[in-house]
């Protein structure tokens, strides 16, 4: 096991004085040996010798599929992870990179053999294999990402951000007018990111001009985009030829990056896209950079965490904060595109169905840090991916299934993100005295 | 442009400034220099209704096919443009107010949408003064729906002991579902605004799997709908409205009591406006965190109950509407008090079912409408800056920075 010889050297005689280090190892040996219990139920209870997978290309006629040993597979995976619990047990697993890198290893096994024991045995003539979960991973998450990419720039900043939901059906919506005003899903992406600032500069006005306590605001704003695009999709009457011109896009087409679209296993899910998952790649990097890099990005950081300190240094920090959330609104706007001409084309009641909320905990679960908060997103759309896959399968029944990705991120964050501290200022409107 | 719909409402012209604010009589305590600045001041609140409805007509105005036709012609035969405006504005106004206090029907109609509206506000509303931001009404009224209608249908009780039996496990529901966020936080730090929005998807599922359940669905179909629950466990009628309402009243009462009034409410408010300081002063916040989301749960979890109790009702996939979520609306404009809650919650239950009026109207108005409505009273309302700029109010008054922190105490 590569856990236990990268496990750092401590004394013996100061854990055992530690209470509340043998508390954490039970728990954590506890929790990893029930995890164990549950694959080695697996390996005992599967009567199928092979399951089947396809991680590449479309199933015809004559694709040969990968062929997966039940047995053996789910055997290693549970005494990997008995070992792991062991380890957990005898203090091997401390925290930092090794607890993360032995969680990931647990947690891909568990989900692994979960998979496996989903697709055995099943009672039918046409056998389901085994898919990619990643092309589903990237297409859910791509709005995620860029909505909790705007969270953190907002938050970052100190101003809390519950609006995302509003910004993303603000942007879908006019998203899909402008695309179908110009018959461009290009510039319906521009209408998207109008939208989304046109939320921010609302965002803004009224948290920084009228100093409205910002988690009301948020709330107020997602109602009201809520009634402004139901209210306006409302006026578009129902005759074809109107509606041909207002709510009916084209979508955004996909774009294979000529080499990387032909790597195996990630070359689909990732190279295969619409422009708008590479503006969500590139929006990931030009955050981060600047956020961590730049100038302007230090300071939106400064005003977030003391405004006061920031102001006598001679930072402007009304302007800084107007700039940061109109930033924001781009990204939001973006992610809100998404759900019109990005995936299914015309605009819905409530197209982005409570995503924006999901973005708003994968701000939070990421730390309001945009890499980890791009992780949060990624996981949540992983999860979101294989119970859409596991449904077809059939084993679970759907609405059971339905909930399995909120419970995951609340295993998450319980069990690995536990407390996390926001920027300190998030929240606070300043004036100057 | 005229506009004859305010007239209706019975707004007080913004200019008048005689009313006063209505303090809760609570001078023994300290912290009443900070609810002063927090209390709405009647006459912004007003005012903001005013505002909003101002904005209200501009969005009837364009959504009349009739007057968008007549200002086509405006500049040839104006009046018709204006008399069309007023006609329009007019109905629909005349409809919000009629169909929503203009008939005992219509009052019944507006208590039993506002009952539900208040307990789900409270929830919100106490766990924002311990300091959370309880996103997850919602989830916790379905389980408590849950648990009171499986009661409520399921088994064979007495008269009296049926109704209280299933009211006591709608509460049950909620409790469990609200103090599983407090305890997540309390034990594990998880931050309650991901675990509430997590378990309000996680309580729907929950809900349209059991309604596959053959234990749930009424006999002999396959509706995802449950049976009705049975008359015993509906709530006794008063002067045609089931007692939700009275229930209602009585949980704001209590939440005022616990607030106000209480060891544990002082804790409660302590924490929620200084986590660190009320952990110097020896209280134990994370029992604070769960006991404020037990007992968050266990109103929203009698909202819930209300739903299904009150008329006999049986379960469906989206039998809450978005009860959850316009109640931390209905908190937010209530500024976080009781009296608050219970104002707002009346507000938008008006509102609500004098939305469905105005689409029934002559200028069948858009339902959403209502929403942008709601949307904007509790905005003017929480800027009243705006508000006075607007109106150009002399008093001045602090109540600007409302509740200015945000996440984490």
């Not at chain 1, 009228?210 to 402004?228: H, I, R, T």
């Not at chain 2, 009313?19 to 002063?36: C, F, I, L, Q």
Request: net charge neutral.
């Amino acid at each position: 096991m590569s856990t236990a010889t990268k496990a750092p050297q401590v004394d013996p005689a100061l854990q055992v004085r530690d209470p509340a280090e043998t508390q954490r190892r039970i728990k954590m040996g506890g929790t990893l040996l029930l995890v164990a219990a549950l694959i080695f139920y697996f390996w005992w209870s599967i009567d199928d010798e092979l399951v089947y997978y396809l991680l590449t290309g479309e199933r015809t006629r004559d694709t040969e599929p990968g062929e997966l040993a039940t047995h053996p597979v789910t055997l290693v995976c549970g005494v990997l992870v008995l070992a792991a619990s062991a380890a957990a047990f005898l203090g091997l697993i401390r925290r930092g990179a090794v607890t993360l890198i032995s969680m990931l290893i647990v947690g891909i096994a568990f989900l692994l053999c979960f998979v496996i024991w989903a697709y055995a045995d099943l009672d039918v003539a046409f056998k389901p294999w085994i898919t990619n979960p990643l092309p589903g991973t990237f297409a859910i998450a791509t709005p995620l990402v860029l909505g909790a990419l705007a969270g953190c720039l907002c938050e970052r900043a100190g101003v809390i951000n519950v609006a995302i939901e509003g910004q993303f059906l603000a942007g879908a919506f006019f998203a899909s007018v402008v695309a179908s005003l110009t018959y461009s899903a290009g510039a319906g992406l521009l209408g998207g990111i109008v939208a989304g600032v046109g939320i921010s500069a609302m965002l803004a006005l009224f948290s920084i001009r009228y100093l409205v306590n910002q988690v009301v605001l948020g709330v107020v704003l997602v109602v009201f985009a809520q009634g402004l695009t139901n209210f306006l999709l409302d006026q578009i009457p129902n005759e074809p030829k109107i509606k041909a011109y207002l709510n009916e896009p084209p979508k955004l087409d996909d774009i294979a990056i000529p080499g990387l679209s032909e790597l195996p296993f990630i070359g689909e899910a990732m190279f295969n896209q619409t422009i708008l998952v590479y503006l969500m790649y590139a929006s990931v990097v030009i955050v981060t950079l600047i956020m961590f890099e730049t100038r302007w990005g230090l300071r939106v950081r400064s005003v977030g965490e003391h405004p006061k300190a920031a102001d006598t240094v001679g930072i402007k920090v009304r302007r800084i904060r107007w700039q940061a959330i109109l930033f924001a609104g781009v990204f939001a706007g973006l992610g809100g595109a998404y759900y019109t001409v990005g995936s299914t084309g015309s605009f819905d009641k409530n197209a982005s169905s409570g995503n924006g909320f999901i973005a708003l905990a994968a701000v939070i679960m990421g730390r309001w840090h945009p890499l980890w908060a791009t992780f949060a997103a990624l996981f949540f759309g992983f999860m979101s991916s294989l119970r859409d896959q596991l449904t077809l399968v059939n084993k679970i029944p759907s609405e059971l299934l339905t909930m399995t990705p909120y419970l995951a991120t609340v295993i998450a964050v319980a069990g690995f993100v536990g407390r996390v501290r926001p920027p300190a200022a998030d929240g606070e409107p300043y004036v100057k005295s | 442009m005229p506009d004859q719909g305010q007239s209706d409402e019975g707004g007080p012209p913004p200019s008048g400034s005689t009313v006063t604010k209505d303090k809760p009589a609570g001078g023994h305590r300290r912290a009443d220099n900070k609810m002063a600045g927090w209390l709405p001041s009647v006459t912004v609140t007003f005012a903001s209704i005013a505002l909003a409805l101002l904005v209200g007509a501009v969005l009837i105005l364009v959504s009349d096919r009739e007057v968008i036709e007549s200002f086509s012609y405006f500049f040839s035969y104006p009046w018709d443009a204006f008399r069309s405006s007023a006609s329009a504005i007019g109905e629909s106004y005349k409809a919000l107010v009629t169909g929503s206090v203009g008939s005992g029907g219509a009052i019944t109609a507006t208590l039993e949408r506002a009952a539900p509206l208040i307990c789900a506000g409270l929830a919100v509303t106490l766990a924002f003064r311990a300091g959370l931001f309880n996103i997850g009404a919602q989830g916790q009224l379905v389980l408590g729906a849950i648990c009171a209608g499986y009661v409520g249908f399921h088994y064979d009780l007495p008269p009296v002991a049926h109704v209280v039996a299933a009211l006591a496990a709608g509460l049950a529901g909620g409790a469990l579902w609200g103090g599983l966020v407090g305890l997540l936080k309390a034990r594990t730090g998880a931050h309650e605004v991901i675990t509430t929005i997590m378990l309000n998807y996680v309580g729907a599922a929950l809900l349209t799997y059991l309604l596959t359940k053959e234990s749930f669905q009424q006999p002999g179909s396959d509706n995802p709908r449950s049976e009705k629950v049975a008359a015993d466990a509906t709530f006794p009628e008063l002067l045609g409205v089931h007692s939700g309402i009275l229930l209602a009243l009585l949980a704001a009462v209590g939440v005022w009591w616990l607030l106000e009034r209480s060891t544990v409410g002082f804790e409660l408010r302590a924490v929620g406006a200084n986590a660190d300081a009320g952990r110097t002063a020896g209280m134990s916040v994370a029992k604070v965190y769960t006991l404020a989301m037990i007992v968050a749960g266990l109103l929203a979890g009698l909202a819930g109950a209300q739903q299904v109790l009150g008329h006999q009702d049986s379960l469906t996939a989206n039998f809450g509407g978005s009860i959850g979520f316009d109640a931390i609306t209905v908190a937010l404009l209530g500024r976080a008090t009781p009296l608050g809650t219970v104002l707002a919650g009346l507000l938008f239950g008006a509102l609500s079912t004098g939305g469905l009026a105005m689409q029934a109207s002559a200028a069948s108005t858009p339902l959403a409408l209502t929403q942008v409505l709601q949307a904007l009273i509790v905005l003017f309302v929480a800027a009243p800056a705006l508000v006075k700029a607007v109106f150009r109010f002399r008093e001045s008054d602090d109540g600007g920075a409302v509740m200015a922190k945000g996440w984490n105490s």
